[in-house]
């Protein structure tokens, strides 16, 4: 064999290995659906899995649940520029690995409806968290699991984490729903078809139901579950100039946190309620999350 052929079958041998060990190297997202007995529908949702997922079948990784805003889907966090950043944290080892999933929950505002007919909170604790850790390799624990979310979603991973503080170790959220409004204020708003308003009435009633409001709220809950809400790791941040004036209800949540001497962090930043605000400081929020999986390893 001539010495340019043998360079030849060297060099390509040499780019395959190079491919083989990117392809590796890259995380992989793993959508499908569920049907859910309680909501008596499919529901989608996709979990993103580190690379070197299937190569280690013996090991188990944390996992944060990540729940999308409204008019969003299961696939929004990684079709919209998240999958590129978490990859480049995680190249640039500013991240650890651990699962993401995300699951479709359409506008439900991820609680129980006040007419009961769209139980998605019980879907989520019930149906969908266990069949996650179940059906992928999650490390055992509450201190391997927390849980995000934006806008719509913001709410909901507050009001889980809040509400079940003792199933998560952290939780976060960007431009989250923290609505400062009275439900008069919220029904007077029904009344005058102010935009959006339809859905809070599909979600809390209409007029809405004041128990079924308290039992929901970010603010209620971490009175009343002060003393267990204090072992959640927290973080959340919003928009200066958010579009919907979420930054109020961020402002609310920091300053009742800082009346029950709840640690926690919250940041105001020069932004509105959209994608390049949101990925501008994803980032923060995986490093959160990753460095909290450290510090419960």
Request: hydrophobic letters at 45%.
């Amino acid at each position: 064999m001539s010495a340019r052929r043998l360079i030849l079958r060297a060099s390509l041998l040499f780019f395959f290995l190079i491919a083989v060990s990117i392809l590796h190297a890259q995380s992989r997202i793993d959508c499908t659906s569920m049907q859910s007995r309680i909501l008596q529908e499919a529901v989608h949702y996709c979990v993103l899995l580190p690379a070197g997922y299937d190569a280690t079948p013996q090991k188990r990784y944390p996992i944060l649940y990540y729940l999308h805003g409204l008019g969003e889907n299961e696939q929004t966090l990684f079709k919209s520029g998240g999958w590129n950043i978490v990859q480049d944290l995680r190249h640039q080892n500013k991240i650890g690995d651990f699962l993401i999933a995300t699951p479709e929950a359409k506008a439900s505002f991820y609680i129980n409806s006040a007419d009961g007919k769209v139980r998605y909170s019980d879907f989520f604790m019930q149906e969908f968290l266990p069949m996650i850790e179940r059906k992928y390799r999650v490390r055992p624990g509450v201190k391997s699991r927390a849980i995000s979310g934006v806008s719509m979603g913001g709410y909901g991973a507050f009001r889980f984490a809040f509400a079940y503080p003792n199933m998560f170790s952290a939780v976060s959220a960007q431009s989250a729903a923290f609505m400062t409004d009275t439900p008069q204020q919220l029904d007077a708003a029904m009344r005058s078809r102010m935009p959006l308003t339809g859905l809070l009435a599909a979600v809390f009633g209409d007029p809405i139901q004041i128990a079924h409001w308290k039992a929901n709220s970010v603010f209620e809950l971490a009175r009343s579950n002060r003393a267990a809400i204090a072992s959640l790791a927290i973080y959340f941040n919003c928009g200066q100039q958010d579009d919907f004036g979420f930054e109020a209800g961020a402002a609310a949540l920091d300053k009742e946190l800082q009346s029950e001497k709840i640690a926690h962090q919250a940041h105001l930043y020069p932004g509105g309620h959209d994608a390049e605000y949101f990925l501008g400081h994803l980032a923060e929020v995986m490093q959160f999350h990753s460095k909290n999986f450290v510090l419960n390893k």
